[in-house]
């Protein structure tokens, strides 16, 4: 008797906890899609469009915009500190790792939280963290990549200090990547396809410039097509300000062309090449390359996964009224 009654407490347990998983409102922490639904039920649809003016406006948003995601989830959690700005100058988007950061993104979302509060039901109710987390997700599926219900509840930080800015470099490689990704919970499949999201974009000459002429995986076509973009050569035109797309196929397309692009090498970053040049990532770059599908369903799982990073609750956090201001 004792033990058919374990057994029914045992597939009830089971019967729980896939419905948590397999239900599209499964509560993870404290995060659920549905979060707002009482309280601001017109939410995605007023940053969806919000997302749309500021794409139409700059082709930068979006790229911006979903960087900016991931340099806020990587440092104290997805809590929106990034976009403090502290009197005293001490903060992390003026921290050299983000200078690179352009005002496109913090712009695309200061201005969905501007609409958001608009709307009465929604005013001073919803956290900066998660109209950053949901206007990231519109960045992308605007650019063509992929719809995916995004998980909020998130609390604002009221903390952000240069010092605590770490952030992974374009010279790392696959073990330095793994190394830092793993230290937000992440597994190297995760970081081969949140990496995707250098299929649009632009990076400084000085972030790649180093390669040219240097880097042996690198094509040698791309490579003096990069020499005429930032000047005569490795080392040279540091500061003249020239660019190049992070995907030189589809520079403002969410696509897998990034993958098609490390398997003939052009990469742009280090960090790039390195996923290709290395045997133990190899299989998953060419696992997107040849599967957009398969690319964009574990970008989804992953951008889920960054994005519940040190999410901080009502008693850690607070819903800022102004994103670049705590309370
Ligand atoms: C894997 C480690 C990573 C490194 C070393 C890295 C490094 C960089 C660098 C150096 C730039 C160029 C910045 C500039 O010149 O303005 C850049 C741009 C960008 N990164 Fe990453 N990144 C990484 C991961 C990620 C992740 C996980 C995402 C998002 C899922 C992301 C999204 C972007 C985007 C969209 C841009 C283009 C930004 C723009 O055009 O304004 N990156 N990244």
Known sequence: MAASLRILAGLAFLAVTSAALLSPFAVVGQLTTDYYAGICPNLETIVRSSVRQSMAASPIAAPATLRLFFHDCAVRGCDASVMIVNSNGDDEWRSSDNQSLKPEGFTTVLNAKAAVDSDPRCRYKVSCADILALAARESVYQSGGP??????????????????????????????????????????????????????????????????????????????????????????????????????????????????????GRGLLGSDQALHADQRSRGTVDYYAGSQSAFFSDFAAAMTRLGRVGVKSAATGEIRRDCRFPN
Request: glycine content about 12%; overall charge negative.
């Open 147 to 264: 719809y995916y219900q995004v998980e909020l509840g998130r609390h604002d930080g009221r903390v952000s200090t240069r010092d605590n800015v770490v952030l992974p470099h374009a010279s790392f490689n696959l073990h330095q990547l793994n190394a830092f990704f793993t230290g937000l919970g992440l597994s190297q499949t995760d970081m081969i396809a949140l990496s995707g999201g250098h299929t649009f974009g632009a990076a400084d000459c000085r972030f790649f410039q180093y390669r040219v002429g240097a880097d042996p995986s690198m094509d040698a076509a791309f490579a003096s097509e990069l020499r005429n973009t930032c000047g005569a050569g490795a080392g040279a035109n540091p500061s003249g300000g020239g660019f190049a797309f992070l995907d030189g196929a589809t520079p403002a397309t969410f696509d897998n062309a990034y993958y098609q692009n490390l398997q003939r």
